[in-house]
């Protein structure tokens, strides 16, 4: 049996963005910090990481945030930016203020355009980051897209045959699958991820995206009740369908 990792408690709480060492320390001597409600008064001392223990451990009364492994579904809303550091809103001001001090940062997995809503994944988790947009993953991503002038109706046997060359590129993109909706709403489902991909291949037939929303990513619906500008911590079960069906 593998033994359980433990750390120094003041070590994992500077790395949840709970202040630098010292000051845990002072958070400890002053008996805000409890395990199963027992205070720590020392944060040199190593405590085990179990599954569990983001539930166990309070400070101030409060249980600690969650655990490095984290992995988030965010709904995007429009208007802000899929950026650490570009001017204007940032997606990363959707979250708590301390989780922008978490090391390991959080990073989006891929980006949606500033003018993109909808569904994005956002986690800690470098390894698991790149099995989502590793091109052998076959993640598929489904947009809903609003269409300026009405579909010519050849749109899908274009999107469908692996040929469409996006402007400046020298590779044909991968087969796209689109599904009409009306004349002007379709939607698009697509595993690579190329800049601003789907507005660009609806400009390569002569048409233009007037909006753009992901509602999903593999097997992962945005769910109904998460408004936009919400976020919700996944479940095991939420990222096993991310890749459910690649
Ligand atoms: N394609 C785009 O054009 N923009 C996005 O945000 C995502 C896919």
């Not at 969650?66 to 802000?80: A, F, I, Q, R, S």
Request: glycine share 10%; net charge neutral.
């Amino acid at each position: 049996m593998r033994a359980t990792k433990s750390v120094r408690l003041d070590k994992l709480l500077a790395n949840l963005g709970y202040g630098s060492r010292r000051e845990i320390q002072g958070l400890a001597r002053a008996g805000a910090i409890r395990l199963d409600g027992a205070e720590l008064a020392d944060a040199g001392d190593r405590i085990a990481l179990d599954p569990d223990l983001a539930a166990r451990l309070t400070i101030d009364g409060a249980p600690v945030d969650p655990l490095p492994g984290l992995c988030l579904m965010l709904h995007k809303p429009l208007g802000v930016t899929c950026s650490h550091k570009e001017a204007g809103p940032l997606v990363y001001g959707l979250l708590p203020e301390r989780w922008r001090r978490r090391d390991p940062p959080l990073s989006t997995v891929g980006r949606l355009d500033k003018e993109t809503s909808g569904l994005l994944l956002l986690t800690d988790d470098g390894a698991l980051l790149h099995r989502i947009i590793a091109p052998k993953a076959n993640v598929a991503k489904r947009y809903r897209v609003t269409l300026d002038r009405p579909l010519a109706g050849d749109e899908a046997a274009t999107f469908a045959s692996g040929t469409l060359m996006l402007e400046g590129e020298d590779r044909p993109l991968l087969p796209v699958l689109l599904e009409a909706e009306d004349a002007t709403h379709c939607a698009v489902t697509l595993t690579e991820g190329r800049y601003h991909q789907v507005r660009r291949m609806f400009a390569a037939l002569g048409n233009h995206v007037t909006a753009l929303h992901r509602d999903r990513v593999g097997g992962l619906d945005l769910p109904q009740d998460l408004a936009a500008g919400a976020y919700r911590v996944m479940t095991e079960a939420d990222v096993a369908a991310v890749f459910a069906g690649a």
